[in-house]
């Protein structure tokens, strides 16, 4: 991940980032504009229907797939999660929440059509009126938490999300409930980085979870749960989506261990079963 200078309130933020997730190609993120092929600004996706339907062949190349219902199904997590992860990363960490709105957001497509990269055009950013950095140029600064909570759902939902949510609904016809699905399941999976990187135990992010989604906009409410698994002395966070994400119409997708379209038994039992294993290599790799 690429990071300014340790000068602005929002360094931080930006540089430990890529440290809440464990997968290796996290996404890379950095501020300013960029000029280089291949990026787009997010605002063209809400009012450029040409814009909107290059992303989507160009992603459904790498994909493999030319229908326009499953590259937009296929787009969402890449899309949303950095964005949602960012977002609710700053506000637990940092009590600083950066600008996610469209009007923000730049994103960079690679030569074969992956989404590779997120920029943010400016740093501005909201933090409670008690924060030092509250007095800066950049800063929005609000009373409490509950309302640094609203300013981030307004900057991702309201300028962000939901018009882009109804533009991919008209061009392609993917249903509303699986994009707010996969909204409230990056907030889930952003709480179960925090909670790997130490910042809550368990118990915390299961709190964090519930409250953070009741002040999220009603269409997020109820599409996501986050529970532990127990595996020897290990405890770790699994989630179930209760909108399935689509991806399994691909010939060469299946269902996602936490789909919804598998019941709660079967998917329990597979998550176990990762997570033991999980567990199993860690213990033979501390033996060897």
Partial sequence: MTCTEITHPLDKVIAQFAGLNRVPADLPASFGPHDESGWYLARDLLTDEKILGEVLKSFGAFMKTDSPFLQAALLMHPYTNP???????GLYAE????????????????????????AFRSQRFAA???????????ATPVADIESLITWMFDRMV??????FFSRVRAKTKLGLNVMWAALAGGCAEALMGLQRAGYFTIEEAITAKTALLELAPPPMHDRVSIYPLQSGNRRALFMR????????????MGKCGYCALRPVPEQLDLQQFFFDRQVAELDSEKRT
């Fill in 241 to 252: 989506l209760e909108v399935c994400c689509q991806k399994y119409l691909h010939p060469d």
């Fill in 158 to 163: 309201e300028h962000h999300m939901r018009p």
């Fill in 83 to 89: 964005v949602v992860s960012i977002a609710v990363h």
């Fill in 95 to 118: 009590g600083r929440v950066l600008d996610v709105s469209a009007e923000n957001l730049a994103f960079r497509l690679d030569d074969a059509g992956d989404v590779a990269e997120h």
């Fill in 128 to 138: 409670l009126s008690s924060d030092s950095a509250a007095s800066h140029p950049d």
